[in-house]
């Protein structure tokens, strides 16, 4: 065959094969098999997911009695959530306390989720290693990770108090989880120890995402490693940061089967560990009569609260790239 | 100038040996308290309370023994188990049948759902509760564990169909058409052709559908009443009331409850890293 039949009939049969693909290959199924396909995961998640999530801010205007849905209220069931005792006491209460919970959350596990991700991208020994252990404690259930604190913080048997004597700082032991001041903070850093792997993570395909030659060139223009990193690679990691951000934030306002752990269903010591998750728990289903009414309006303000100021530093933080490019 | 150019090196082998230190320390941060979990776990609570960081000098298994028998473990562990794999099985399979058309095809509307699935990411589900406790009820699925299996099947979509659209995205055109030119149908392009070229990512599927349905205790609590149906975290709360005193046992039960996840990430470490930081990276 000589070449140039050859080849025309090489681009033919190519030809064809193109005209083959843009044809039928991406020419949509008829709506019977797209059905099949779709409607069994469609119709899972609506029915259970996206249609309670919807009925909440519809069963938040009505009274119930127990199961049953009753009249009509407009706003009262809000309104309740305010003036009535002890509700009005706790929610205020236990809003702050996860406030506290994602500044330190930001503060302590963030900032060395960060630490770990930068000193683990340089290529060294046992950095699969580490990145492993850091990471084991996400895998183990809150509720075991309260637990499992709960008995290490133990003041009469827990093995940090008994260390801590042992090394003559016997002034520092103390009931952790029993002292309103430091139940808390104890907590915060439990959570901390069993989440520290994710931003790590997250920060650490980040970093691996910035090109060698900017940090080559930064290196060539004399600048030293914490420049380069405070200059080049911090602003770079601002998106990461910024999901980082938003996932630590929604993370903590739903915050439960640590502080249950640690602090039982009512936030022991005292409420001082009460957190809205145990609050709206309790509201819905240790409350009186009307529970259900008062806990889907609960559920709608701490939904529009995550959710707006999710979206709001969301949009916070794409500003700030955009000023930074 | 030579007081500099010796001092460099030095102030080098300082910042790794710090760089050492840290990782090293915080390692035993994360390991101290579980190596200390096992080891007491092997001595007896009496042991424990005289010395709380002993070593079990002669290890013994009676407290996994009574943890399991005594403490109801082997009822919770196997509700654990079965409502677990039932809800990651059914979700991995209606998600991959979504993900495969969402994936390959444009249609009107198929934007518009991609989202939808999507926008499941980012809700907090659970306060969602009420509604569907009722809607439960109503089912007659309150203290069933079909009901919380349908519940954690939902859960587990989202995140589902959008690692298993990307995947099914990426397959050649060329595969499905060759299969199509043969005579196949839709149903035998997905099950012979594309499904079995996505088994990476069903495996990060399964494995992050899998821990925290293992590890959920809310949905459980409050839709589960009889024991006999109770999954490990709920059985775990009455658990430590009713053992209070006798920590080896509480050790024991904890370690119960984590080793099907230990084995998981020993099996499953890239799955598991891939789904933490599915969506940044290359």
Known sequence: MPFSKWLTKRKTAHRQKRKRAKGVGNAAPSWGIIALFILPAFLLYTVFMIWPLAQSFYFSLFEFKGLARGAFVGLRNFRELFTRYPLNEQLPRAFLHNVYFFIGTMLIQNTLGLLFAKLLYAPRWGKRFFQTVYTLPYLISALVVGYLWSLMLNPLFGPINRALKMVGLTALARPWLGDPATALPSIILANAWQWIGFPMLLFAAGLANIGEDLREAARIDGATSWKLFWHIELPLLLPVVGIVTVLTFIGNFNVFGIVWAMGGVNGEPGGATDVLGLVFYRTAFRGGVDAFGLASALAVLMFAFIFGVSMFMVGQFRRWEESLK | ?????????????????????????????????????????????????????????????????????????????????????????????????????????????????????????????????????????????????????????????????????????????????????????????????????????????????????????????????????????????????????????????????????IVIFLLATKQIIAGLTAGIGK
């Open chain 2, 1 to 261: 100038m030579n007081a500099r150019k010796v001092s460099r090196p030095k102030r080098l082998n300082l910042a790794a040996l710090g760089t050492q230190v840290l990782l090293w320390g915080y390692a035993a941060v994360v390991l101290g308290p579980l190596l200390l979990v096992v080891n007491n776990a092997l001595r007896p609570t009496r042991e424990i309370f005289k010395n709380p960081i002993g070593l079990a000098t002669s290890p013994t298994f009676a407290s996994f023994v009574k943890a399991w028998e005594k403490a109801n473990f082997h009822v919770y562990f196997f509700n654990s188990l079965g409502i677990t794999v039932a809800a990651v099985v059914l979700a991995t399979a209606v998600s991959a049948l979504a993900g495969y058309i969402l994936g390959r095809y444009r249609f009107r509307g198929s934007i518009f759902l991609s989202a939808y699935f999507l926008a499941g990411l980012m809700l907090p589900f659970r306060l969602a509760i009420v509604p569907l406790f009722l809607l439960l009820n109503d089912l007659g699925l309150v203290d069933s564990r079909l009901g919380l299996i349908l519940v954690y099947a939902a859960t587990g979509i989202p995140f589902s169909v959008f690692i298993l659209s990307s995947f099914f995205r990426q397959l050649p055109q060329e595969l499905s058409e060759a299969a199509r030119i043969d005579g196949a149908g839709e149903f035998t392009i997905f099950g012979r052709i594309m499904l079995p070229l996505v088994r990476p990512a069903l495996a990060t599927v399964v494995v992050f559908q899998f821990v925290p349905l293992w590890n959920d205790f809310f949905f459980p609590l409050v839709l589960l009443r009889s024991t006999d149906k109770w999954t490990l975290p709920v059985g775990m709360t009455r658990f430590f009331g009713e053992f209070q005193t006798d920590w080896s046992t509480l050790f024991a039960g904890l370690i119960i409850t984590t080793l099907p996840l």
